[in-house]
């Protein structure tokens, strides 16, 4: 499964992340302190124990579209240039927007369970 977030079961390919667990993911993160979008594809492959890595591709549109619906903002970085990295920050409304996703994530997470007595 490396680079990947699906595994091949026989003929069928099974998605492991559910679609559109990024955006949440990425306000979690970011919730714990200010990051950049290299930092977070780590954090997110270092925290999934490797079954999940979001390239850049799915990066930075992310951050672009959190920072224009006004979830996320850039910090102030000490670092100018070129390749300065963009460090982004949580804010008030992505701290809201969090706080639905939890509510979301415990019921969603009782539904895989009882997905899990009728599978397993």
Known sequence: MPGGCWCRCGPFRVNIVPQGLLKPYILRLLSERAMHGFEIMEQIFERTGGMWRPGPSAIYPTLTWLEEKGY???VESQAKGEKARRPYRI???????LKDYEKFRKEWMQGVSQLKEIWW
């Open 91 to 97: 804010t008030g409304k992505g701290g809201e927007a």
């Open 72 to 74: 996320i903002e850039e």
